[in-house]
C-alpha cells in the first residue's frame, strides 16, 4: 500500500457526461500528480500541483481540469467525455517536487 | 525526441537474471526511475538511482547507468514468477518547483517456470 488513495476504483460513464476522481495523497506529502495511462498513449503526465498551486502542465486537454484543496487532497475533472477518454487515471504523491512520487491503484473509467 | 524507450517484451525462465534496457533522453534528468506495474494493480516504485550513480544494488535488483550514452538498464537476479508484471522506465524532470516523470511505454516480463 503506498498510502495514496484514489476513488473511486472504478467509473463508467456516457459520452458527454463529466467525472470527477478524487486523489489524497500520503501524509505530509505537498505534491500531487496526475498521469493517464492508455493503451496507445502508454503513461501521460498530465499536471501537477504543489502545496495548492499548479505547477506543472502535460498532455492535459483543455476539457479536463484538476484542483488541489487545502487539505491537500485533489480532484480531476473530465468533462465533455469522449470513448478515446477511456483509461486508467493515476495519482501520485511525493513529499517534494524532486523527490520520488508513490502511486495511487488508480481510477479506471470506461466511457461508453 | 522527448520519448523514453524500452523494449516490449522479455521472457524469461525462473531462476534466470532478466535485463530490462531503456534509453532516456534528457541528460539533465537528475533522477532516474523503475516502476513495476502488476495485472490490475497500480504502480510500485521499486528503485531509483541519482544520475551522479553508477550502479546501485538492492537486494536481487541492481541498476546500471550509462549516463555517456543515456542508457539505463535493471538487472533482476533469480527471476520468480512473481516477477511477472510490467516494468516501466522513467525519467525524472525538475526545473524549479516543477517536476513530472516521462515514462517508456514499458517492458512486459514474462516467467516461464
Known amino acids: 500500500d503506498s498510502g495514496v488513495t484514489q476513488t473511486p476504483k472504478h467509473l463508467i460513464t456516457a459520452t458527454g457526461q463529466r467525472v470527477t476522481l478524487r486523489c489524497s495523497p500520503r501524509?505530509?506529502?505537498?505534491?500531487v500528480y496526475w498521469y493517464q495511462q492508455s493503451l496507445d498513449q502508454g503513461l501521460q503526465f498530465l499536471i501537477q500541483?504543489?502545496?495548492?498551486?499548479?505547477?506543472a502542465k502535460g498532455n492535459i486537454l483543455e476539457r479536463f481540469s484538476a484542483q488541489q484543496f487545502p487539505d491537500l487532497h485533489s480532484e480531476l475533472n473530465l468533462s465533455s467525455l469522449e470513448l478515446g477518454d477511456s483509461a486508467l487515471y493515476f495519482c501520485?504523491?511525493?513529499?517534494?517536487?524532486?523527490?520520488?512520487?508513490?502511486f495511487g491503484q488508480g481510477t479506471r473509467l470506461t466511457v461508453v | 525526441g522527448e520519448d523514453v524507450e524500452q523494449s516490449l517484451f522479455l521472457s524469461v525462465r525462473e531462476g534466470d537474471s532478466s535485463v530490462i534496457n531503456c534509453t532516456y533522453t534528457?541528460?539533465?534528468?537528475?533522477?532516474l526511475y523503475w516502476y513495476k506495474q502488476e495485472p490490475g494493480a497500480g504502480l510500485q516504485l521499486l528503485t531509483y538511482?541519482?544520475?551522479?550513480?553508477d550502479m546501485k544494488q538492492d537486494q536481487r535488483l541492481t541498476v546500471l547507468l550509462n549516463k555517456k550514452d543515456k542508457h539505463l538498464s535493471l538487472r533482476i537476479a533469480d527471476t520468480q514468477t512473481g516477477d511477472s508484471a510490467i516494468y516501466f522506465c522513467?525519467?525524472?524532470?525538475?526545473?524549479?518547483?516543477?517536476?513530472?516523470?516521462?515514462f517508456g511505454k514499458g517492458t512486459k516480463l514474462s516467467v516461464k517456470p
Open positions: 501520485a504523491s511525493s513529499t517534494d517536487v524532486n523527490t520520488e512520487a508513490f
Open positions: 501524509s505530509g506529502d505537498l505534491s
Open positions: 500541483y504543489y502545496n495548492g498551486e499548479e505547477r
Open positions: 534528457d541528460s539533465s534528468s537528475t533522477y
Open positions: 538511482i541519482f544520475s551522479n550513480m
Open positions: 522513467a525519467e525524472g524532470r525538475y526545473g524549479g518547483s516543477q517536476g513530472n516523470l516521462i
